[in-house]
Every structure is written in C-alpha cells, then in structure tokens.
C-alpha cells in the first residue's frame, strides 16, 4: 500500500474528526514532558559492522505525522517499514485512533537479529509555541545498546 495515501488519511482523519464538540481539537502542553520512543529493528545477516538506529525528525506542521528521514535510511541501506508516531503527542482519543502506528520500525544494517526496545527522548526546553516543530530536542541517532526493555 502507499505510504503516501495512508499519511494523507490520517491528516484528514485529524483535521475532519474531531472529539472535541466545539469543532477544534486542541494539542496538549508537551514542555515538560519526556516522550517514550519503541525502536523495531529487523536486522539482515549480511552486514559486519555496527548500527545506529536512526529516529525521525517530526513533521513540520501541526499534525501528528511524522516522517522517515529516507535520506539517512539511505546512506545507511536501512528500508522504512511503517507508518511513524509516538505515542503521548496528542490528546488520548487521538492516540487511541493512532494506536497501530506507534513503533519506528527500520530494517536496519547489522547482525541477523531482531532489536526491539525503548528509549526516551530529551526534553525540550526552548519552546515558545504550545505546540511547535520538533516535538522532541532534534532528530539523532540511538545506539542498540541504548535501548532498555520496553514497559509492560
């Protein structure tokens, strides 16, 4: 399927279904708070060496689609897999429609093995808008041995 479509329809779905009764949605405070991040890797047997699991940067807009950077997946021969979204970004009605596209998945370039894990993302302090790009304090990269086991 395309990916392309599937963004496109979330878009609407946000802007054109909206929980709140005045007709507008309004997005939460995220100043102060630390956004859980599930990495999915599956990793081919054919590479030596080690690998950064890449993040996303957000979305410059106001809506909750985020986008692979396939520029980097590129250099790095990783393939995008799923749609992207972390999950606490909106208002709880809007995550509980977003709840199948809550992992960044890549096919990422190491050992034959399947990494799986979770890592917070740090704060952002320098806001000035309630709800401004990025979301989180800039796109990077997490090492696999980063990851700590993801909460129950």
């Known amino acids: ?14 802007t ?3 929980p709140w009764e005045e007709g507008e949605w309004k997005p939460k405070q995220f100043r102060d708070m630390e956004i859980r991040v599930v990495i999915k890797c599956q990793i081919p047997h054919s590479s030596k060496f080690p690998f950064d699991i890449t993040l ?3 979305n410059r807009g106001r809506s909750a689609i985020f986008n692979p950077d ?24 809007i995550d509980q429609v977003l709840e199948p596209y809550l992992l960044i998945s890549h096919k990422c370039n190491m050992n034959n093995q399947l990494v799986e894990g979770c890592h917070t993302l740090p704060k952002n ?7 401004p790009p990025p979301y989180f304090n800039d ?6 041995d980063e990851l700590e086991p993801c909460p129950a």
């Open 70 to 93: 396939r520029e980097v997946a590129k250099k790095v021969k990783a393939k995008f897999l799923d749609v992207i979204y972390l999950k606490g970004m909106m208002e709880p009605e």
């Open 56 to 58: 996303i940067e957000a």
């Open 16 to 18: 054109t279904v909206s």
């Open 1 to 14: 399927f395309s990916m392309r479509i599937l963004a496109i329809s979330i878009v609407l779905l946000l």
């Open 125 to 131: 302090d320098g806001w000035t808008d309630v709800f």
């Open 139 to 144: 796109a990077g990269t997490i090492n696999v």
